[in-house]
């Protein structure tokens, strides 16, 4: 069959071809350009003919492919191959099958992106997906990257590497033979990973522990070692200790000291199966750490991965404890026995050199397990047929669908939360000597572990004199306040020299400064034993503005009401006190006043079984914390009551006239509320009434 149809454009026709092909199915049909006369025959399937070449189908009108800031596809680029062509750039290396492509471009808004296939429908698919660096007319063979996408869940994604920000970079798809379907592509944003940098970078061994590591105001850390295994020539090759910032990730610790069993250039996330390092150097360990892993009820071998740091120190306060985060590979469930046991651990093995008594510090918060698999573990996250311990402290884990892999910000399957060593008692002045070590039994390489220090957690003594104590921080002192500063030093150890306004002030050289008015107040430490001179941050004390008292409050004396009680107006004793922005509040004993408790009303009933009483007055600044305590008293008085005569009265003499004395009692008696009026006929019968 052979059909002629003048091409108008192809649109036109698309009813029309769909009822042809469905009548006659894959039958020649022909169409004749009326322009040039040309026919056409077409064999192929009509679906072919229905649609143009997409838009983006060569790489000079590539689309711009949305960038999810996040892991979550909210936003996704629509796409298709029904009608792609191929390039004319040459094939990638690893996409010699491919067929047809489609292009798209990015501008990398971090260095880690994940691009997927979404949306594809029930089919079954192999798509070439190539990134180019370079601008379309200096494309080669060569990719930056280059790999293959499928329809299973894992297959369709792919995390994009070592990206520059700020660059443009261009995605070639392509397929191979006919596969002609629609899907979208979501380019999402994977949270950065941890910064690390290994040992002799940034940091030297010794100035990772002094300056990251330890906090103090001098310089009283020695004799600092790092070891990877027995610590023989070959381990030399290991780098195993380094220093790490949490780049903006969800990492507990801003910036800190790592230590692992393998390599720290693998510790940077996001968590990947494989890749976890190559350190295979075991050991038997020292008594230290036997005795560690002893405490720990022995481990799964005899031997181990080991890294440890140990370093001698001198505190110049009373207390030692530091910050930490364990985490390892060995929580995976493919572990097995493993991370049901003590398949790797952490210890903190601190020893009084003066003594020889040490111990680990590294225990499970509130008991006096040592920190390993089989102390701190949650097997529902794993997976693991053992039981939960200490699930609290278990934090993330990046397998058996728990947390997304992609989100990790190191290269470990499991961690726990940010801990606290023991609090251990130490004598200031003292040298003591300290190990730290991170060890795993598993002879699995990848199954590594590594602990992360907080930075500066590890605080042998900086001393503080607090906060400045200023008006503008609602902190300052009130009028005739003292404040007592301490050091917290022994003077047999230190030459302590207290200063104001930076002098030095005379005879003040114990551990305390009681101060009484306003300066710059500081301390300087001169430590008697090792070379340590300390110039102890100063404080800012301020005094708020003194409560100026005119005249104190005024002794209150009123006529005894016949009632039980006299009420006395309180507020008449402030008359004149102050024009200073107060509120006076009124109290029956001293203690009350000053504490501000039991506060009574200013209109106070008088018990009048009493003659007199002491009230106590709170005169309280309406604007600072500062008062004032004074008192006065209040006192009833029997008095003398003044009758006003009335003069003689006349009525006309009526039948049903009567006198209405009442409405003269103001007349009569100007006193005191609470006493009445009554009227009599004789002088006798007044007084036989009182």
Same mark, same amino acid.
């Given at each position: 069959m052979k059909i002629a149809l003048v091409k108008k454009g192809l649109a036109l026709f698309v009813i029309f071809l769909a009822s042809i092909f469905l009548m006659y199915g894959s039958q020649k049909i022909a169409f004749m350009d009326k322009a040039s006369a040309e026919i056409s025959t077409i064999t192929s399937a009509f679906e072919s003919i229905l649609f143009a070449a997409p838009d983006n189908d060569d790489c000079s009108s590539a689309l711009e492919l949305s960038i999810n800031p996040t892991l979550t596809c909210v936003a996704m680029t629509q796409a298709t191959f029904v009608g792609a062509t191929l390039s004319t750039q040459v094939k990638p290396a690893c996409a010699g099958a491919m067929t047809k492509d489609i292009w798209f471009e990015f501008t990398a808004t971090a260095t880690s992106h994940r691009i997927s296939m979404e949306d594809f429908g029930a089919i079954t698919f192999t798509a070439y997906v190539a990134v180019y660096d370079k601008t379309c007319g200096a494309m080669t063979s060569a990719t930056k990257e280059c790999f293959t996408l499928s329809n299973s869940n894992t297959g369709k994604q792919k995390v994009l590497e070592k990206l520059v920000i700020g660059r443009k970079y261009y995605v070639r798809i392509g397929v191979a033979g006919t596969a002609e379907f629609a899907f979208k592509v979501c380019l999402a944003t994977i949270p950065p990973p941890l910064k690390v940098s290994p040992s002799g970078e940034m940091y030297s061994v010794e100035g990772l522990v002094k300056d990251v590591l330890v906090k103090s105001g001098c310089n009283l850390v020695s004799n600092v070692t790092y070891q990877v295994g027995d610590g023989s020539a070959k381990t030399k090759s290991v780098n195993t200790f380094g220093y790490f910032n949490k780049n903006g990730s969800d990492f507990p610790f801003e910036e800190g000291v790592v230590l692992s069993t393998s390599e720290v250039q693998f510790v940077p996330g996001p968590y990947r199966n494989g890749d976890k390092g190559t350190n295979t150097n075991r050991w038997l360990g020292d008594k230290d750490l036997n005795d560690a892993i002893a405490d720990a009820g022995g481990g799964i071998s005899a031997d181990m991965r080991v890294t440890q740091v140990e370093f001698d120190f001198i505190p110049v306060k009373d207390s030692l404890?530091? =910050?930490?985060?364990?985490?390892?590979?060995?929580?995976? +469930?493919?572990?097995?026995? /493993?991370?049901?046991?003590?398949?790797?651990?952490?210890?903190? *093995?601190?020893?009084?050199?003066?003594?020889? +008594?040490?111990?680990?510090? /590294?225990?499970?918060?509130?008991?006096?397990?040592?920190? /390993?698999?089989?102390?701190?573990?949650?097997?529902?996250?794993?997976?693991?047929?053992?039981?939960?311990?200490? =699930?609290?402290?278990? *934090?993330?884990?990046?397998?058996?669908?728990?947390?997304?892999?992609?989100?990790?910000?190191?290269?470990?399957?499991?961690?726990?939360?940010?801990?606290?060593?023991?609090? &251990?008692?130490?004598?200031?002045?003292?040298?003591? @000597?300290? !190990?730290?070590?991170?060890?795993?039994?598993?002879?699995?390489?990848?199954?590594?572990? %590594?602990?992360?220090?907080?930075?500066?957690?590890?605080?042998?003594?900086?001393?503080?004199?607090?906060?400045?104590?200023?008006?503008?921080?609602? &902190?300052?002192?009130?009028?005739? =306040?003292?404040?007592?500063?301490? %050091?917290?030093?022994?003077?047999?150890?230190? $030459?302590?020299? *207290?200063? !104001?306004?930076?002098?030095?002030? $005379?005879?003040?050289?114990?551990?305390?400064?009681? +101060?009484?008015?306003?300066?710059?107040?500081?301390?300087?430490?001169?430590? !008697?034993? $090792?070379?340590?001179?300390?110039?102890?941050?100063?404080?800012?004390?301020?005094?708020?503005? =003194?409560?100026?008292?005119?005249?104190?409050?005024?002794?209150? $004396?009123?006529?005894?009401?016949?009632?039980?009680?006299?009420?006395?107006?309180?507020?008449? &004793?402030?008359?004149?006190?102050? @024009?200073?922005?107060?509120?006076?509040?009124?109290?029956?004993? !001293?203690?009350?006043?000053?504490?501000?408790?039991?506060?009574?009303?200013?209109?106070?009933?008088?018990?009048?079984?009493?003659?007199?009483?002491?009230? *106590?007055?709170?005169?309280?600044? /309406?604007?600072?914390?500062?008062?004032?305590?004074?008192?006065?008293?209040?006192?009833?008085?029997?008095?003398?009551?003044?009758?006003?005569?009335?003069?003689?009265? @006349?009525?006309?003499?009526?039948?049903? &006239?009567?006198?209405?004395?009442?409405?003269?009692?103001?007349?009569?008696?100007?006193?005191?509320?609470?006493?009445?009026?009554?009227?009599?006929?004789?002088?006798?019968?007044? +007084?036989?009434?009182?």
């Open positions: 404890q530091f =910050e930490y985060l364990f985490t390892s590979n060995s929580y995976d +469930i493919s572990c097995g026995n /493993a991370g049901c046991n003590n398949g790797a651990m952490f210890a903190a *093995w601190l020893i009084d050199t003066t003594t020889g +008594i040490g111990g680990n510090l /590294a225990k499970v918060p509130g008991t006096n397990k040592p920190i /390993a698999l089989n102390t701190i573990r949650n097997a529902t996250m794993s997976g693991k047929t053992c039981t939960n311990e200490n =699930e609290k402290y278990y *934090w993330k884990h990046y397998s058996n669908n728990q947390s997304d892999p992609l989100e990790a910000s190191i290269n470990f399957v499991g961690l726990t939360t940010g801990l606290q060593s023991l609090n &251990s008692k130490v004598v200031p002045g003292r040298k003591y @000597h300290i !190990k730290l070590a991170v060890l795993d039994f598993c002879t699995t390489p990848d199954h590594t572990s %590594a602990v992360f220090f907080n930075a500066r957690s590890f605080d042998i003594g900086t001393p503080s004199l607090g906060d400045n104590l200023v008006i503008e921080g609602g &902190s300052a002192l009130c009028p005739g =306040e003292t404040m007592v500063l301490k %050091a917290d030093l022994n003077p047999n150890d230190y $030459v302590i020299q *207290w200063t !104001k306004d930076g002098m030095d002030l $005379v005879g003040e050289n114990g551990p305390t400064l009681t +101060i009484s008015s306003k300066g710059l107040y500081g301390v300087n430490l001169d430590y !008697k034993n $090792v070379a340590c001179y300390l110039v102890v941050d100063p404080i800012q004390v301020e005094y708020y503005d =003194e409560i100026i008292i005119e005249k104190p409050p005024l002794n209150l $004396v009123q006529c005894k009401s016949p009632t039980a009680t006299t009420l006395f107006n309180l507020e008449s &004793s402030m008359k004149g006190v102050t @024009h200073y922005p107060v509120t006076a509040m009124f109290y029956e004993s !001293k203690s009350d006043a000053e504490n501000d408790t039991g506060q009574i009303p200013s209109y106070y009933n008088f018990d009048n079984t009493f003659s007199s009483k002491t009230i *106590w007055v709170r005169i309280q600044s /309406a604007i600072s914390p500062c008062f004032k305590v004074y008192s006065f008293t209040i006192k009833t008085e029997t008095c003398v009551i003044g009758l006003v005569p009335l003069n003689d009265m @006349h009525i006309c003499n009526t039948p049903g &006239s009567t006198f209405d004395l009442s409405q003269y009692d103001s007349i009569v008696y100007h006193g005191a509320a609470g006493y009445t009026v009554e009227y009599f006929i004789s002088n006798t019968d007044a +007084i036989a009434r009182l």
